[in-house]
């Protein structure tokens, strides 16, 4: 099947079987590997990326699903060097260690922190709200207060 | 001119100390890390174990489906390893643990490797797998510490114990120990069982090897590339220089990745020889948990004698550990638990008793904190009984009965320097504030019981013993060719943060920014063995000796400079120097600190260089509706001698916390007839965001002159201390005894016959 999608901006076609995960046609044909895979099964949430404005487990998606749609992975959240607000916090803060997680969780992150999820909440709700936008995504390192602090960091940078 | 901060460290800010960001920082929120499966390798094929269905039995044959299509397929079996007596054994402390099962060897768990297979898509590797038929009879097996002890069948010698340990403390025979038992005023007694638990790294483990001519070439996730050296040399039966063992950007380890690589650098290495290309080898997240180390589950057995002012007369601790099918790091694993199982208190009398057994449970292994978890667990346990014998505050207890400057640990090591008991207890006291209210409704409505445990806990920093001074770890520091600055060491960054501490280190002692140093990726080939990244070292042991080397360099550089009439920054002088000289290198091996003595064969003595010491308090609310422990609030107050990087310091520290956490009340391995029955993220659970609570992290610096700037170890010490402090927390809360991991919803709902009448 021939399937196009819009990628990080530009309009790409690959030729693949309709059923192969999402995940593994960025990671094999696009070459594409900053999208993790950790479990395979939609628990970890290592491979998530934004399809049509939406975070989804890319292990959990088939390529076919995602003719005609957009689709941002980690490449495209950066604009070249300059890095999107929650990658910026994320290293500031501490909430990367072996960073396999890392890019899931900051395209889980810009998505609660661009579509403005936290706007106008207070610390502790705010604080309390990511803990339950992000519960998809599993990061073994950290504890993850870092990686709260940081995406209340960004928020608070991209509300401003 | 140095180069530019990179850091954003301000000028003149001293580089030690300071929370630098990381320097792999900016490639891990891109993507742009390269771990091993996100490496190009043109023509690679792929790797897939072919792995035993029953735990116990003897290898017949291997069949291959006649129906299968095998022409893109090699098979590799035993039979293609070839090399001298050494092969096939995967070595570590005693080489008993095959790389693969010959026909007529003995399957000595599920899940272990029998063949391999290797085809040019993954996809096709692991299909192929599937259709290759071991042909086992079966044995009866072993699955609990009680059956192995009985020894009825026979796993490991004569009585199926991989290794005992015997620590006396001011008795010389058992009669004696039970006449200060048979005085007390009071005795404290309890059985203590702790679950296995999975590491959970969430980068599977995975290794690409590819022959080189002569030379195998080896790259992957691993904690530890001289032991995988040392394990390759003896597999391949060759040379040192003719195995190139190299680290990927590595997705956590926590242990888990100390001893399994090993195992899988055998198995890539014989496909590339077979295949004659680069074979890679990723293993599944089902197969990960199923088939690699945990931590081991542990039965301790302990009693506390005191006399009726409430002092400790005497402590009495039986350790005994299931260590799986082969001994690997089992002797080293129960050598920590029994060396912590006293825990940081007074008491003239001391045994300790510790036994590693064999069962058909895949091996047990290396995971952060190393066997003192399990103890500290069982000690914690019984100082909470104490108090609640005696009436007596948690925390004032344990301030009552802590060692300090002057006491002696249960091994006669005398505590000298860096103790920090009354800084971490001083800590919680100072933020605990009031206990929470009983009864209550939680967020849900529910209704709640809430409650609070405390714990005061240390952890040896280093290897145990002599370790150190047998291992003599090294690393360099150079001024390059081009005149830059570089450290060389085998120890690995798998996520705590090593390449930036090491680049502060030594920035610090060098006097320039940590942006000038490039500390270089550990390959055997290009790096001097400064030990395994285990044990709470890296910074400490491995650090310390950074230090000495970067303050050596910077000497010569200076006598140099003075020489030459040479004027400029230290920089500007070893460019100068290197424009002449070209590479100057100096390699320093670590010397342990004076008056460290330690006597393997009474296990007395010095056991550590250094402990940190920590204090932990939790408060829980228990929903009686569903039985769930919610963690409300953990502090944690650890001495780390010096926080080289007080973020890093306290992203490990709070990393280690939740792993505890998630032991206490969620995390779990289920063996059923010896296979792991939960093998999948789904079942195998860990803590969520949504599960953690905010967690509060105080650093207390009571440096060890011996340590880099006065670091002492760190990675270990959070894991273990609250597990105990939450089943303190949830007698607290429901008034009964909680003394198995986890306590989980299930256990909780049992023990409803039992709660205090509220």
Known sequence: ?160 | MERPSATGLAVGLAPVGASVPRVDGFAKVTGRALYLDDLDAPGAWHGATVRSTIAHGVLEAIDLDPAFDWSQVVVATAADITGNNFANFIRLIEDDQVALVPIGGRVMHVDEAIALVSAPTRQLAFIAAKHVKPRIKALPAVFDIESALAANQKLFGADNIFKQFLIRKGHVSDAELEAVFAGAARVIEGTYQTSPQEQMYIETQAMMARWDGEVCRIVGSMQCPYYVHKAMKAFLDCDADEVVISQSVTGGGFGGKEEYPSMLAAHVAVLAKKTGRAVKMVYDRDEDIAATTKRHPCRTHHRLAVDASGEILAIDADVVMDGGAYLTLSPVVLSRGVLHAAGPYRSPVVRIRGRVVATNHPPHGAFRGFGAPQTTFAYERQIQKLALALGEDALAIRKRLAVRAGDTTATGQLLGISVGTDEVIGAIEQVAGKPPVRDGHGPSGAPVRRGRGVVFYFHGAGFTGAGEQRLAGRAAVAVTADGGFEVRSSSTDIGQGAITMFSQIAAGALGVDPAAIVVVDPSTAQVPDSGPTVASRTCMVVGGVVEKAALAVRAKLEAWAAAHDVRGSIGEVARAYAVKHGELVEIVAYEPPPGIAWDDSTYTGAAYPVFGWAACLVDVEVDLDTYEVAITRCVQAIDVGKAINPSIVKGQIEGGTLQALGWAVLENVVYKDGKVANANMTNCIVPTFADAPDLETILIEVPYPYGPSGAKGVGEIPMDGPAAAVANAVEDALGCAFDELPISPEVVAASKPRWRKS
């Open chain 1, 1 to 160: 099947m021939n399937v196009t999608l819009e990628l990080n901006g530009e309009t790409r076609e690959v030729e693949v079987t309709p059923w192969k995960r999402l995940l593994d046609v960025l990671r094999e044909d696009l070459r594409l590997t900053g999208t993790k895979e950790g479990c395979g099964e939609g628990e970890c949430g290592a491979c998530t990326v934004i399809l049509d404005g939406e975070a989804v487990n890319s292990c959990l998606v088939a390529i076919g699903q995602c003719h005609g749609r957009q689709l941002t992975t980690v490449e495209g959240l950066a604009h070249g060097e300059v890095l999107h607000a929650v990658q910026r916090a994320l290293v500031a803060c501490g909430g990367a260690q072996c960073g396999i997680c890392t890019p899931g969780i900051a395209m889980c992150a810009s998505h609660v922190v661009d579509r403005g999820l936290l706007a106008g909440a207070d610390d502790v709700t705010a604080r309390a709200k990511v803990r339950e936008l992000l519960a998809g995504n599993i990061c073994r390192c950290t504890g993850y207060q870092l990686i709260v602090d940081a995406i209340i960091v960004a928020a608070r940078e991209v509300t401003r």
